[in-house]
């Protein structure tokens, strides 16, 4: 049964700050890999899609690696913003199974 | 393209009453799946349908929620009776494909208060 693990749970940053977000499964057999943001309140959008053939995708600040062997994914946001506070979410497999996600505060 | 639509947005009963929640997927997209968010925990499937049969409803309370995908579209989840732990925010998602290759989209949400 898959597990997904967030870390760290929340992360509360000055704005500029350079960050990283880290997501690990107990199943590695995952076919591509979503990142989500959650703000409050609303639905899940999507931020980048690894497939299955890639190991990692870029999205203007965002940057996403994939390691199936470890069954470790990587966000990383340069030169975070006020903008960038959120739940961010990265389920494994397929359906989607959630963890509790990583709450990240970037104060002005 | 249109993105995933779900209605209502909020949605307030009392324990034992019953309520509805409807979703329109991405046209086109054959899996359909429902999720429930608990406050302060990642969303949780309930129930997952390819065009208009069930592919696993393994984590859906089947005494109390139903869910139906008429025709391969738009789809209905029902409680009934609602409990007060069924408060949460329900998320209804649509792909292509079991998401295999393609991605998953999500609509915003039906916020549930049960009082």
Redesign the interface.
Known sequence: KQEVTQIPAALSVPEGENLVLNCSFTDSAIYNLQWFRQDPGKGLTSLLLIQSSQREQTSGRLNASLDKSSGRSTLYIAASQPGDSATYLCPGNTPLVFGKGTRLSVIA | EAGVA?SPRYKIIEKRQSVAFWCNPISGHATL?W?QQIL??????LI?FQNNGVV?DSQLPKDRFSAERLKGVDSTLKIQPAKLEDSA?Y?C?SSRD????Y???????T?LTVV
């Not at chain 2, 302060?40 to 499937?45: A, I, V």
């Not at chain 2, 079991?98 to 290759?101: A, I, L, Q, S």
């Open positions: 779900q799946y999720y302060g925990q990642g969303p949780k499937l997952q696993d925010v998320l998602a079991p998401g295999r290759y991605g998953y989209t999500f609509g915003s949400g916020r």
